[in-house]
């Protein structure tokens, strides 16, 4: 084997040892199951979801993650600020987070409140809330991740629908505490991505990249739009491409919300995963 051969080889294997699977895509496993599905299928990090580790017990799940010899990627979810008690919420969740040693903690910050059309207002809010919630997260040593959302989701789940809304967001702060999100699902769509990733990884501002694809055509419940790699519309080539030259070194979470995933078995969910990123996304991350 030549030398370019072999360090190519070397490269992809690197790659693919930042696998990690969100939570919500095998959602019928608890903290322990997960842990013990990603040791049966070699994958070295997860996602957690605040309530299956409130089910499972937070200090239980820091010990199986950690005796699992896991590293958890993220923590979904802060945020949703138009809802009654966010601070507390979300300071919560900012504990939760540093127990974990999770990398960050993703933060969707809501739609529209209640019975309102005001998206200014509800944006300004958004910027307020993170404002407060900044000190604290430093204080803690904990990572906030903005998540831009597809537009579709404006209303009612993301006021923040591009990367560089979220970036700008961010840019008043610290980037070791206000970092952003990258979801292909989210923002394969959008025309200043590949320049806007770039921007990200100057600004030291890439806390995650999480991938799945996007279903066509989209089911009744657009929430369950994602689909497993190679089963939707998005080129992953440009993107892992332009996150590997933007400098991200972090984990790759597959997060993919679909009834027909959820419904498969996990343990074939997952082989099937791991292998759609073999393929598809680590090729691209060398």
Known sequence: MSWAADNSKMRLRAASERLSVNQWTV???????????????????????????AEFGLQRSAKVVRDAGLRVSSLCRGGFFGRPGWRDSNRAAIDEAAELGAACLVLVVGGLPDNSKKLGAARAHVADAIAELVPYAEERG??????????????????????????????????????VIVDTFHLWWDPEVGDQIQRAGREGRMAGYQVSDFLMPLPADVLLGRAMMGDGVIDFQPLCQAVTVAGYQGDVEVEIFNADVWAADPDDVLARLKDRYETLIATWLT
């Open 27 to 53: 959602r019928s496993w608890g903290v322990r199951e997960l842990a013990e599905g990603c040791g049966r299928h070699g994958i070295g990090a997860v996602g957690l979801w605040r309530e299956p580790v």
């Open 142 to 179: 904990v990572r906030l991740a903005l998540e831009p959302m597809h537009p579709m989701y404006c209303a009612d789940r993301g006021v923040l629908s591009t990367l560089r809304q979220a970036l700008d967001l961010a840019a008043g702060y610290p980037a070791a505490t206000a970092g």
